[in-house]
């Protein structure tokens, strides 16, 4: 089980911990913020993104792949359903949307290449976004 908390420090300021680790989250100045950390979408591209990263270097380790770089970018944007070009006709209004690039680099095989193209976008919390989420809020106000 993962365990985040959040703590409201100033303004839209967000210090997060997970009781080892703490960082910081915040909206840019244009949005009232003060561009102290990262907006909550780039936290979440973030986690992805570094999901990706290490699912691809643990699979390279654990089968003997020569990978020398491994870089992850993922995009997010709400784009209208007309302009999406892989949504289905039934698609309407505006839809939120990911797009990643993933560069790896080393000595590969077709095979492995094939293989490291296909574990790219198997990482647990792509998966996890891919397949939605079941939230159980709990909200206590005192």
Known sequence: MAIVTA????GFAVALTNGRHTWHADEPIDLGGTDTGPNPYELLLGSVAACSAITL???????GIDVTSISVQYHYEKVH???CGFCDDETKGFIETVRSEVFIEGSFTDAQRTRLAEVATRCPVHKTLERGIVFDDNVYVG
Do not use: F, I, V
């Open 57 to 63: 270097s643990m699979y390279a380790q654990r089968k």
């Open 7 to 10: 703590d409201l420090t100033e």
């Open 81 to 83: 359903a007309d302009d």
